[in-house]
């Protein structure tokens, strides 16, 4: 079956970083798109950072622009997501999905890790 496990979330001080983890098992993981979603309190989910396993095409939306890097490591069937600069504003859920139309892969979804950064 399909699994999609979110980790390294945690509470972290504005200005320091973050490294959020995406390990996949029970597809074949180099022919998927893989998203990472976040929502905080009140807020929509949005997507964050997008990557193809297929020819490594990223995007990154503009508020993390900069301050985040997504990668993916197919050896090990994971995707990372590096998080510097975090912002309170960065306080949120965030989720990893994986896909085969969408760029941000969303027909798969992983459980979400609490993500909080203080002032």
């Known amino acids: 079956d399909v699994q999609l496990q979110a980790s390294g979330g945690g509470l972290v001080q504005a200005g320091g970083s973050l490294r959020l983890s995406c390990a996949a098992s029970g597809f074949f993981f180099d022919g998927y798109k893989i998203g990472w979603f976040r929502q905080g309190p009140g807020q929509d989910r949005e997507a964050i950072s997008c990557?193809?396993?297929?020819?490594?095409?990223?995007w990154y939306t503009d508020s993390v622009k900069g301050r985040f890097t997504v990668s993916s490591d197919n050896a090990k069937n994971t995707v990372y997501l590096q998080m510097n600069s975090l912002k309170p504003e960065d306080t949120a859920v965030y989720y990893c999905a994986a896909g085969t139309y969408s760029l941000c892969g969303n027909e798969y979804w992983g459980q979400g890790t609490l993500v909080t950064v203080s002032s």
């Open positions: 990557i193809s396993n297929i020819d490594g095409t990223t």
